[in-house]
């Protein structure tokens, strides 16, 4: 069998276009998705990429979805932690629940995912993992201490993992996304949507595509020296140091 990816969020927005793209590189691509199934459906009928359905913030459907996936594909070699959520309000309105429902998605997820597939890939001396994290976990945003929390955690938990697996072949890079044209972006109300556009250097909003290229390039062999980093797809709209 060849190579085999896993994407979590795999068949909407920036995971579709990482899906897609790792597919065009020759990987059999298992697309993960939570909920919406027409969506998924229709993903898996336009490109014959593998759709499976679990919750990355359960640990144990990660572990018996992985299973399911190598029984299917085979070995995994490259994992995208791309799955996220938003659950936006001001701290002193927040629940509990709306804390808790990301810090599990976004970031309890980077354990659930990568805890079963970590130990395969030291034995085999070769793996590829790479976190979707965001702009706002490097600079924080208003109404985000939940989201920018775990995305601030998602670059900690990527620096730490690839101190301890750089020995054996694996890196573990992080890439953080500005504003990208998604239907989440799209749904900001038309005034707010030009002043964000506004802010970025550049001038536009950035693509998946443009994103999807990033990890395509981490995922190659010939990225074998790359390592702990954290790359930002901004538009130079933040700037941050390491």
Request: aromatic share 6%.
């Amino acid at each position: 069998m060849g190579r085999v990816a896993i994407v979590t969020g795999g068949t909407r927005g920036i995971g579709a276009c990482i899906s897609s793209a790792l597919h065009k590189e020759g990987y059999a691509v298992a697309a993960v998705y939570a909920g919406n199934d027409e969506t998924a459906k229709a993903f898996n009928k336009e490109t014959g990429i593998r759709v499976y359905k679990w919750n990355v913030g359960d640990p144990e459907a990660c572990a018996e979805g992985i299973c399911e996936v190598e029984a299917d594909l085979g070995p995994v070699c490259t994992l995208v932690n791309n799955a996220g959520i938003t659950r936006d309000s001001m701290l002193h309105k927040m629940s509990y629940q709306q804390w808790s429902e990301v810090l599990r998605v976004n970031l309890d997820s980077m354990f659930n995912m990568t805890r079963p597939l970590i130990e395969p890939m030291r034995e085999r001396n070769f793996g590829r993992i790479i976190n979707i994290s965001s702009i706002n976990g490097q600079k924080g945003q208003m109404g985000q201490a939940n989201y920018s929390a775990a995305k601030a955690g998602v670059i900690g938990f990527t620096k730490a993992l690839a101190q301890e697996t750089a020995r054996k072949g694996i890196t573990v890079n992080c890439i953080c996304p500005g504003y990208i044209d998604t239907e989440m972006v799209a749904a900001v109300p038309p005034k707010v949507l030009e002043n964000i556009v506004a802010s970025i250097p550049v001038g536009r909003l950035g693509t998946g595509h443009e994103v999807a290229e990033m990890v395509c390039f981490l995922a190659r062999e010939s990225a074998a020296f790359t390592t702990g980093a954290v790359i930002a797809v901004n538009g130079g709209q933040y700037i941050a140091n390491g």
